[in-house]
């Protein structure tokens, strides 16, 4: 049986030398947070009202610096004008859940082959550690990939 002072002297010996061994290794491995590949963070809010910097209009669009941005890899359901009541309340889902997503951590945006789109909103793919925030509104049936047109969603 191992008492006080011997488990004090063992706890100590096995600290030090973890401590030494990452230390001597050049410290702990970075994360990918820590490394930095997603440049941009901020906090968002929902948008109401004209000032608008970043925030959430709905599930694929927001503004972020002042900028508009339409999330060019999905379509979500209406809620300025929905053509049914489940047509809101998905959409307001989905608007809730990009908002989640975006505040979870940095991101990147992604250009794809047209810079805006026919209202002046700027045509980007959100993603993080390379996955679309997009995508993860499709897998969770909030979203839909783009299609070149919007759906009816009732």
């Given at each position: 049986m191992i008492r006080w002072p011997g488990f004090v002297a063992i706890t100590l010996a096995l600290c030090t030398a973890l401590f030494l061994a990452i230390f001597l290794s050049g410290g702990p491995a970075p994360s990918s947070a820590a490394v930095g590949t997603d440049p941009y963070q901020a906090s968002f809010g929902i948008?109401?009202?004209r000032d608008r910097y970043s925030c959430v209009v709905d599930g694929d669009t927001i503004w972020f610096e002042g900028r508009k941005i339409r999330i060019a890899d999905i379509n979500t359901p209406e809620i300025s004008k929905p053509g049914c009541a489940s047509e809101e309340r998905l959409g307001q889902q989905a608007k809730i859940r990009m908002q989640a997503l975006l505040n979870q951590g940095s991101f990147s945006l992604k250009s794809i082959?047209?810079?805006?789109?026919q209202y002046g909103r700027d045509l980007r793919i959100i993603t993080r550690d390379g996955e679309s925030l997009g995508e993860i509104l499709v897998a969770e049936?909030?979203?839909e990939r783009w299609q070149g047109y919007r759906r009816n969603w009732c």
């Open positions: 948008c109401f009202g082959d047209r810079d805006q789109d049936g909030l979203a």
